[in-house]
């Protein structure tokens, strides 16, 4: 080889070991006592190494440096531990100041390994895939990659199910209308309304793709040798949009396809002005395009022109024939346990039966799977008291007190008794 090649090959060895050997060489000169933004100013000047930190954490800092020899590594790792810093030194040779408990990673971690069908573990034989919680960011945009599974018992069937259950993490309740796909066999599933989900495919290494309205959404490989269950829990995922802006006497985006069918949240009835500030499920059922009352004392409403009668009124699934309590003057409906309700006033489903004017489909809150919940409040005319807990697992309790004492008021015997039909209240 000649000595040209060699000393190519020697100056090229330099610029890629330079950072390297900058860092563990002695410092030209002692900069013990002086304060760290002017020793990064000398560094930077003299020797060509840029340290990148945030001002506060070294205003007050100065540099330790031992008599005698002194490299920078020394001398950085001598100042920035005693405060709970360190450092990390990149590629390129710039140096960061971090926090002493924090680990960079310079490059992405590999991929899940893809284990091929005929190389699958045995029934009974143990796999080197380790399941580990997986934590994440719910304000990161994409999907989220869960660690590599490997699910049911491999006893030579071709074919197996895939079921299990979706779940929101915060709360516990079923996620309803989550979708469940295998875009490899070009497969998927809807959850029911309890979160439950089902599939049939062959065995083999695959990856599902779990997505839901409002949700973030999870890629999970798995490797499936049998008949087994997957739970997942989603959480709520959070995505910045750019600025709105609307004007008056744009044509109104179509929000439901379905004619003749009006829904209220307990949010919006209570915005709505309200008798002594007691939201009313029905009177404000009254705001609804073609639903009217033939009268201020009544208690019903009509529904185009259709008789009181001719209403079905459901409180989770079940017939209400009397809606109203104190003259129709309040409502027996409790808007502290109300969900949401769904007025149909024409294309009414036939699970309904044959009601002729509307069907008033009310909903009510579910219960808390998590943690405990207790509050209340007194207003004009009554006081109330609601409890909230996980009871059993899988299960959820709801309960709720409540008692007037506008009646109580009256000096008359008779009303106080409760000749005035006292309130009642349904749950």
Known sequence: MSSSSLLRMSWWGCLLLSPMCLISQELPQSYGGSSFPAFAREVKTQMGIPLFYIPEWVDSLTVQQAAGVSSLADVLDATLQPVGLGWWRSPSGAIYLLPAATRLQSSLPPPPRHIPTQNRPQAGEASDIALVDHQYDPARRGPIRMPPRTLGLDNGQTRATLSGYVKDE???????????????????????????????????????RFRSFGKGEIIQPLILRGDAELNMEMRDA??????????????????????????????????????????????????????????????????????????????????????????????????????????????????????????????????????????????????????????????????????????????????????????????
């Open 238 to 427: 959070i995505k910045e949009l750019d600025e709105v802006l609307i004007e008056a006497e744009r044509q109104r985006n179509v929000e439901d396809v379905q004619m003749g069918v009006s829904q209220l949240s307990i949010q919006a009835m209570k915005q709505m002005p309200a008798l002594m500030g007691e939201v009313d499920v029905i009177k404000s059922a009254l705001l609804l395009p073609g639903v009217q009352t033939v009268g201020e004392g009544s208690g019903g409403f009509n529904v185009r022109g259709g008789a009181v009668d001719q209403n079905l009124i459901l409180l989770q699934d079940a017939p209400v024939f009397n809606p109203n309590h104190l003259f129709g003057f309040f409502s027996a409906f409790n808007p502290d346990v109300i969900s949401e309700f769904e007025l149909y006033k024409s294309g009414i489903p036939a699970k309904y039966g044959g009601r002729i004017s509307s069907v008033f489909d009310i909903r009510m809150k579910e219960g808390n799977r998590r943690k405990y919940e207790v509050r209340g409040g007194n207003q004009s005319c009554h006081g109330a008291t609601e409890c909230r807990r996980p009871d059993r697992p899988g299960q959820r309790f709801l309960c709720r007190g409540w008692a007037q004492h506008l009646l109580g008021l009256d000096p008359e015997t008779a009303t106080r008794s409760g000749a005035a039909q006292q309130p009642r209240r349904l749950l």
């Open 170 to 208: 915060a709360s516990g309740s079923a996620i309803a209308g989550a979708s469940v796909q295998v875009e490899a066999l070009r497969i998927g599933a809807y959850t029911d309304e309890t979160g439950y989900f089902a599939l049939s495919m062959p065995t083999g290494s695959y990856e599902l």
